[in-house]
């Protein structure tokens, strides 16, 4: 049946990512397989914690996820995704009344019980291809919404990933979906491209995306880079363990923010944050 979405006032005053200097989406994941952090967060009550945690660390939004998109995973049922994600929101928002929260789905039915308990931006690794009824949801509540590039689905989607050119395709691929977006209603202000580093791309197909990611700039929306922890930065540091990839994710950071990009999702939020003051000073003075 269609109805109109029941959407939080909040969700429509105003884009809350503007604000001056570089933005950092501190992951959340209330998940129990996710890559790195999987299970360490289920209980709504830790992951609180852990939201407030990022939060004094400078996160300027806490990216909640309710399904792991890793690579090999599998997907969740809708009611169990919003099972996960809808307490933790009320939770973080009953403990920091003006805390920024992204919810990571491609599911309008979660998105839309995320934002009426108090989300305000929409994190789609699909960039509207997974739900029919997203762009409206997006569109009516008046949020950002980030448009990540994924080859093919998490199950599948390391699996011999090709590309002729992934930069042009993949640079491509955002201009249609931004279009789409904002054919179906979505505000251009509130178009973020991501281009899905590890999500269907080899580790060279990587290391492209990050050496020419101002070509994805250059498409005249915010870009958001999600490197955090991921396994192409251990191929290259020998690093196995995703918790012990800091220091590398650190370094695409701090590249993606001389190349354009100026938001960040990662995991460790006050190394990316103290590197990216850094790289602020050093570009001011």
């Known amino acids: 049946m269609n109805r109109e979405p029941a959407v939080r ?9 503007r604000v001056s200097g570089p933005v950092l989406f501190g992951i959340l994941n209330v998940t129990p397989d996710s890559f790195s952090d999987g299970g360490d967060f289920l ?3 830790a992951a609180a914690r852990h939201a407030e945690a990022l939060l004094d660390e400078g996160a300027n939004v806490v990216d909640v996820g309710g399904e ?6 599998d997907p969740v049922p809708e009611d169990e995704e919003i099972g996960r994600v809808v307490p933790v929101v009320r939770k973080i928002l009953e403990a920091r009344p003006g805390a920024v929260v992204s919810v990571d789905t491609y599911r309008a039915g979660t998105a839309e019980a995320a934002l009426e308990a108090g989300a305000r931006i929409v994190n789609d690794v699909t960039a509207l291809r997974g739900d029919p009824r997203m762009a409206a949801l997006a569109a009516d509540a008046g949020c950002p919404v980030v448009l990540m590039h994924m080859l093919g689905e ?9 590309y002729d ?25 509130n178009v973020i491209l991501d281009p899905g580093v590890g999500f269907g791309k080899t580790l060279e197909h990587n290391l492209a995306l990050l050496l020419h990611l101002d070509a994805i700039v250059d498409l005249g929306f915010p870009v958001l880079l999600g490197a955090s922890r991921k396994r192409f930065l251990g191929s290259v540091t020998g690093a196995d363990e995703a918790k012990d990839r800091v220091f590398g994710t650190v370094a695409t950071t701090v590249l993606g923010y001389e190349r354009g990009a100026n938001l960040f999702r990662v995991h460790d939020v006050r ?15």
């Open 165 to 189: 050119d992934v930069v042009r395709e993949v640079r491509d691929f955002l201009a249609w979906r931004a279009e789409y977006a904002i054919a179906a209603g979505v505000k251009p202000e």
């Open 154 to 162: 998490p199950k599948t989607m390391q699996k011999e990933p090709r």
């Open 9 to 17: 006032e909040g969700a429509r005053a105003g884009n809350p990512l």
């Open 43 to 45: 209980a709504p009550e």
């Open 271 to 285: 190394a990316n944050r103290e590197a990216l003051a850094v790289a602020e000073a050093v570009r001011g003075a």
């Open 68 to 73: 792991s998109t890793r690579p090999g995973s």
